[in-house]
């Protein structure tokens, strides 16, 4: 298994594949419907990722809610996400946090390479994208909206935002640290608000880890708040 595909188990439908193009890791997401398997599909799923040589498997971002059936299938907590929202009711228009010779453009074909270059460079590696990862990202929501700041032909950051009526997602978030203090990552996060709010959405959501302080206080400063809800990615070695 070289690529994500769905898998499915009577009524429980998983999306699965490698995790982070790592042979011996699986990611295993659960379909939106229902969101919350069966033990009895999970342990099939589970059985087959290890049929095809996988020796771990690591979980999307679950809520609570949907996480009951993994636990109750071997499943432990790898990391806990924080969820920040933003009513889109106190946005600045006029702000323009960009340096010079920087700008916000729609992503194009071939910045998607660059863009995960540079999301390399902003994540940790076990948490870093690779294409598969980012075409889920884009793929999460019925309507989407790729971005990137960019530099003449240098990719700088790009942000992934996604929708589904009033809902709206920032999905992904990446700021070359290179380029720390130029305003790459504020600028895409009010570009992603504006776009939003334009379509009537009414919140944006984005997750971080609880101890990314950076991004906490780039949300903050942008009108996200904290909110009590939390996601958790989770773990278990196979078979």
Excluded: C
């Excluded at 188990?9 to 229902?34: E, H, I, K, M, N």
């Excluded at 793929?139 to 935002?161: L, M, Q, S, W």
């Amino acid at each position: 298994m070289r690529n994500r595909q769905t898998l499915t188990v009577g009524t429980d439908r998983f999306r699965v594949g490698p995790w982070q193009g790592l042979s011996d890791v699986a990611y295993l997401a659960v379909g939106a419907d229902p969101p919350r398997p069966t033990v009895a599909g999970l342990r099939t799923a589970l059985d087959r990722l290890a049929a095809n040589g996988f020796t771990r498997v690591v979980t999307a971002a679950l809520h609570p809610s949907e996480a009951v059936s993994f636990e109750q299938t071997g499943f432990t907590e790898l990391d806990r996400l924080l969820v920040l929202s933003h009513d889109l009711m106190s946005l600045d228009p006029d702000r323009r946090p960009l340096a010079k010779g920087l700008r916000v453009r729609g992503a194009r074909p071939g910045d998607r390479a660059q863009a995960l270059e540079v999301d390399h460079r902003a994540f940790a590696q076990f948490w870093q994208l690779d294409r598969p990862g980012l075409r889920d990202a884009e793929g999460a929501t019925p309507a989407r909206r790729f971005r990137v700041v960019a530099d003449g032909r240098d990719v700088r950051g790009y942000a992934v935002t996604g929708r589904s009526g009033r809902q709206g997602f920032l999905q992904r978030l990446a700021a070359d640290p290179d380029h720390n203090g130029r305003g790459i990552g504020s600028a895409l996060v009010l570009d992603s608000l504006r776009w939003a709010d334009r379509h009537g959405v009414r919140r944006m959501l984005v997750n971080t880890q609880f101890e990314n302080q950076r991004a906490r206080d780039l949300y903050e400063q942008l009108g996200f708040r904290s909110t009590s809800t939390y996601l958790v990615v989770l773990t278990r070695d196979l078979p």
